[in-house]
């Protein structure tokens, strides 16, 4: 019979009390780790279901590590991301629980030698005790916090192996636990599946990106900017979607000659006109096959890239794009992307095609924008063509008409005065003629062709401040057209020179000049001044001889008249060769 007031187990023998003791507590403990597992479970499904929500990979990858630490109590974790090369070492080292003092003491973050290389090369989860004890350790460089339990578990996307997941100092003391490995194992698992979307999501943004490029630049080339703001456009938008610090666009001159036409990013201003050595470099590479090509860290290092032009003006690069613009069949040139060595995105994948899919869309908007300004300026020329015959066989043949009237009229006039005045007018239309004429062949001048007249122009007037006076300016003949693109300086140089003497030594009250082209282009200074001295230097006067015999021609000066003026006479063929 129980005694009153008593359990059950109060009339139990001792030996029988302690058996149940330790059941219960035994019985505690497994609910206890029962609990804690649910618990864990529990953390591991919110922190896939938070992955897995995220989509920009950069996020997603800090969220791993950081997940992996809390749920395996570990004071520090790093996510390293293999590399694409032969070696497969580390590219991208993302730590958790070290501050950004202790990283930059730490200096170069490692690249997958020692217990790192292990899960590398061999990629299974491996538990340590003691990290320092094991064959491969190489010890911890100056500054790097003490470690000694280790937790690695590689992080797969469906066969291949995208990186390793790194944990040490185990919080509540002790080794990893089997638990410890089977969670992060499980956490490994779903980041897999998570960085797989980010990426595609990431790729898909990419390519939309590019698409959204390419339409811009389409859209701006075809609503007709000028070529040096429409490549600029090319450039910046290509280093702006690349994400890139430097971009370039090198186009084919008519020597075949690569020139930089612009630039964008971090390159400066003064490479646009450089010409840019091919040999057999990559670039031209690019320009033979039509095909994008992208230089890594390596093969930069080496200098032999054949952008040594750029060298001084942009940053070490750790990548490289060059990208045809054109087709196979034309290339008329080549874009480049770099990317400087940045830590924190240099796990991003460049996918040369969708910059190479942007660069052959540049390049043909570029040959339609050019075929439609083709196009406008064959129409102004057609309409400066029909301008010009009716000028010469309307405008100009009645007034040879009106001319040869009053020429006639002359003999018939009885007065002096009148025959002077009819004579006067038929000077008058003779010089309208002349300008007629003049128009004309502006009007056949090709756009770009440079404007002598208003170099000439600017030249008179520029010496009227040191004459006290503005020269009379009078062109004749094919002036935009027929005087060779090498001549122009000279002829610019020799009419600066020959106003300058008559301002020194002339002292002059008027002077005109004349520049005549046919076969010859004759330049011809005259003034009134005090005429030509015995006695006065001639260094001047040689120069321009020896500029006029360089290019195939004379110089000489005389008097105007018995009362004084100087006449300079510059004659050279219209096609010289210098």
């Given at each position: ?38 618990e864990r479970l529990r953390g591991l499904l919110d922190a896939v279901v938070g992955i897995a929500g995220d989509l920009d990979l950069d996020s997603v990858l800090e969220r791993i590590v950081r997940v992996a630490c809390q749920l395996a109590d570990a004071q520090y974790g790093a ?295 083709d196009r406008g300026r064959l129409a102004v020329f057609m309409d400066r063509d029909r301008i010009g015959r009716d000028l010469h066989d309307l405008v100009i043949q009645r007034l040879f008409a009106v001319g040869l009237t009053l020429e006639n009229a002359v003999r018939l006039a ?165």
């Amino acid at each position: 019979m129980e005694e009153e007031g008593l359990g059950p187990s109060a009339a139990l023998a001792p030996l029988g009390r302690a058996r149940l003791d330790d059941l219960l507590a035994e019985l505690l403990t497994r609910v206890g780790d029962v609990m804690d597992t649910q618990e864990r479970l529990r953390g591991l499904l919110d922190a896939v279901v938070g992955i897995a929500g995220d989509l920009d990979l950069d996020s997603v990858l800090e969220r791993i590590v950081r997940v992996a630490c809390q749920l395996a109590d570990a004071q520090y974790g790093a996510l390293g991301v293999l590399g694409s090369g032969s070696d497969r070492r580390l590219r991208a080292f993302i730590t958790h629980g070290l501050t950004p003092e202790q990283r930059e003491k730490i200096g170069d973050l490692p690249r997958g030698h020692g217990i790192l290389g292990v899960i590398i090369d061999s990629p299974e989860p491996l538990r340590l005790e003691e990290l320092g004890k094991h064959a491969k350790s190489f010890g911890f460089p100056p500054n790097h916090p003490p470690m000694n339990t280790f937790l690695g578990v590689p992080i797969r996307i469906r066969d291949k192996v995208f990186g390793n997941l790194y944990l040490t100092e185990k919080r509540s003391g002790g080794g990893f636990t089997v638990d410890d490995e089977e969670i992060v194992v499980a956490l490994a698992a779903a980041a897999g599946v998570a960085i797989e979307n980010a990426r595609l999501y990431e790729d898909t943004s990419r390519r939309q990106r590019w698409l959204e490029a390419a339409a811009e630049v389409t859209g701006a080339l075809l609503r007709g900017p000028e070529r040096s703001q429409a490549l600029l456009l090319v450039a910046e938008r290509a280093q702006d979607t690349a994400e890139a610090d430097v971009s370039a666009v090198l186009l084919r001159d008519e020597a075949g000659a690569l020139v930089v036409e612009a630039t964008a990013g971090v390159a400066v201003d003064n490479l646009v006109g450089t010409n840019v050595p091919t040999g057999a470099s990559p670039l031209q590479t690019v320009l033979t096959s039509g095909q994008p090509l992208v230089l890594d860290e390596d093969t930069l290092l080496q200098g032999d890239s054949g952008l040594e032009t750029f060298e001084e003006s942009w940053p070490e690069l750790r990548s490289l794009a060059l990208l045809p613009l054109g087709t196979a069949d034309a290339v008329a040139g080549v874009l480049l992307i770099g990317w400087a060595a940045r830590p924190d995105d240099s796990f991003k994948d460049t996918d040369v095609a969708l910059p190479a899919s942007f660069a052959a869309q540049a390049a043909l908007a570029l040959q339609v924008a050019q075929a439609q300004e083709d196009r406008g300026r064959l129409a102004v020329f057609m309409d400066r063509d029909r301008i010009g015959r009716d000028l010469h066989d309307l405008v100009i043949q009645r007034l040879f008409a009106v001319g040869l009237t009053l020429e006639n009229a002359v003999r018939l006039a009885v007065r002096p005065e009148v025959a002077q005045r009819i004579t006067a007018a038929v000077d008058d239309i003779d010089s309208t003629i002349k300008d007629i004429r003049r128009t004309i062949f502006e009007l056949s001048a090709p756009a770009g062709s440079g404007d002598l007249r208003s170099a000439l122009g600017a030249e008179v007037a520029a010496a009227a401040q040191s004459l006290g006076f503005t020269p009379r300016l009078q062109t004749s003949g094919p002036v935009e057209t027929a005087v060779d693109a090498d001549l122009r300086p000279h002829v610019l140089a020799v009419l600066r020179e020959t106003l300058s003497n008559v301002s020194r030594h002339a002292r002059a009250s008027r002077a005109e000049v004349v520049l005549d082209v046919a076969a010859d282009v004759v330049l011809t200074v005259t003034d009134d001044g005090i005429g030509l001295s015995d006695g006065g230097r001639r260094s001047g006067l040689r120069n321009l001889t020896e500029r006029a015999e360089s290019c195939g021609g004379s110089f000489e000066v005389r008097r105007a008249g018995p009362d004084g003026g100087t006449v300079a006479v510059w004659r050279v063929p219209a096609r010289a060769a210098n």
